[in-house]
């Protein structure tokens, strides 16, 4: 092997001398830093390939062969063209010759048979591992498509979450810059709150609040807005009469209402333009109730035990100005409340709402969406004596647009029935009283915002 040596300023140079030396496909051995420049070891292309040996035998040929023998007995060549691979080739025969040399020799077969060739040890050890059964491959949990959908689930319900989280954090951002450019719609927003009304509805009242009204005006304002949005009837009952069927949850006081309303009637109008009816005959003892309100004024009271019984009474009492039926209280989650309606004929009475003022919020909301019949309903407001909040009942009747017939804050009948009185109304919603309920400075804002979805349902109530 007639392995030359180039020095150059550069690499570059290094191997143009060593191309201009050994030819175009000149065979590079080494390179090296040397002071000075760069020492390129190089060879030409035909005295390498001539000095190359074919490669070694496998691992797994036979060690004791001659043809073994002879290729040990052989000078150890470059099988490569790379210096690195002929080093490393020279270390793996090095490596098996070690071997070799410190396994024990095969000893002879008794029998005068062929002797049987022993593999070395290494041998023997691939032979065992292929004569092994293979392992059965593990089933996967899940396909692959399975395995990608539940990590895109997974991705986008986090995506959710982080949407949701942002939302509320820039909600609250906005309220609180809102509170600190509006100190008179946050004094309004905590007045109404404390008052029980919805954050929803306080929202909407307070974003209309106009810019030039002074803050001193700011809650006088609110309750001429109260007091001109509450609605009541046109033709309120103690003057035009008709028929009408009581009706709500029990315990609201139905019967008290029915006695006060025709006792008011009767003053005005005359007993015998009054005519009573019961269909409470779930409860022990329910028309006796009706019965001793109707002596004391001098109206009888008839009961109907089913839907036909009351038809046969309205048609008996057609003449009558005044015509009131006092239902059994059904439960606004009761499953015999269809039955009630059923009972009730809807072509010859109407349905006066009879809400308990002293209520939650949530449950008069229930209970308006059970018996209520849309905008317009006719309602009244019991229990305003009990109430310690008015803003319950006042938001829902100005969120679902009812029209008030009248109002009752005690037992007393008549003197405890009162017509629709707005400006009343409006004055008690927001009167200022401090109790555990009422939120502080600090807690309008985690009520005042809410999460994408509830928001929008509270921008269409």
Request: glycine share 6%; charged share 20%; aromatic share 4%.
């Amino acid at each position: 092997m007639n392995a030359q040596r180039f020095v150059g300023k550069n690499a570059r140079e290094a191997m143009a001398q060593a191309r201009a030396a050994c030819g175009e496909n000149a065979v590079v051995l080494s390179n090296r830093p040397v002071p000075g420049g760069v020492e390129i070891l190089a060879m030409a292309a035909d005295e390498a390939f001539a000095s190359a040996s074919p490669a070694p035998a496998p691992l797994a040929a036979i060690a004791h062969t001659p043809a073994a023998i002879a290729a040990r007995e052989e000078p150890r060549a470059m099988s490569t063209l790379s210096f690195q691979d002929y080093v490393r080739e020279r270390q793996r025969q090095d490596a098996l010759a070690a071997q070799e040399a410190a396994a024990p020799a095969p000893e002879p077969a008794p029998t005068p048979r062929r002797v049987p060739i022993q593999p070395a040890q290494f041998a023997r050890e691939e032979l065992a591992a292929l004569a092994a059964p293979a392992p059965a491959p593990i089933a996967p949990a899940q396909s692959a498509p399975a395995v990608k959908a539940a990590a895109d689930d997974a991705l986008m319900e986090e995506l959710r979450a982080m949407r949701s989280a942002l939302t509320r954090q820039l909600s609250s951002f906005a309220w609180f810059d809102s509170a600190r450019r509006s100190p008179a719609q946050t004094r309004l927003l905590r007045l109404l709150l404390g008052n029980g009304f919805s954050p929803a509805m306080a929202r909407s009242l307070v974003q209309r609040l106009p810019m030039d009204v002074p803050d001193s005006q700011a809650e006088t304002w609110l309750a001429s807005l109260l007091t001109h949005n509450l609605r009541a009837v046109t033709d309120p009952i103690q003057e035009h009469g008709g028929v009408y069927a009581l009706v709500g949850p029990t315990g609201v006081g139905k019967t008290t209402t029915t006695a006060k309303i025709a006792a008011a009637f009767a003053l005005k109008h005359g007993a015998s333009s009054v005519g009573l009816v019961t269909v409470d005959t779930y409860r022990l003892a329910a028309g006796d109730q009706l019965r001793g309100f109707g002596k004391i004024l001098g109206i009888p009271v008839h009961t109907a035990r089913d839907g036909a019984a009351l038809s046969d009474l309205l048609e008996l009492l057609r003449n009558k100005k005044l015509v009131l039926v006092d239902t059994v209280g059904v439960g606004q989650r009761d499953r015999r409340l269809p039955e009630l309606f059923a009972a009730l004929p809807a072509n010859r009475l109407q349905r006066l709402l009879v809400l308990n003022a002293a209520s939650h919020g949530e449950t008069l909301e229930e209970v308006v969406r059970a018996y209520g019949t849309g905008p317009g309903t006719r309602c009244v407001l019991s229990k305003l004596d009990e109430a310690v909040q008015w803003g319950p009942a006042i938001d829902v009747v100005l969120r679902h647009q009812l029209r008030v017939e009248g109002i009752a804050n005690g037992q007393r009948v008549p003197e405890d029935w009162h017509s629709m009185r707005p400006q009343l109304l409006a004055h008690r919603a927001l009167m200022q009283h401090t109790g555990r309920f009422r939120p502080d400075e600090d807690d309008l804002g985690l009520l005042l915002t809410m999460p994408p979805a509830l928001a929008a349902e509270a921008a269409h109530a």
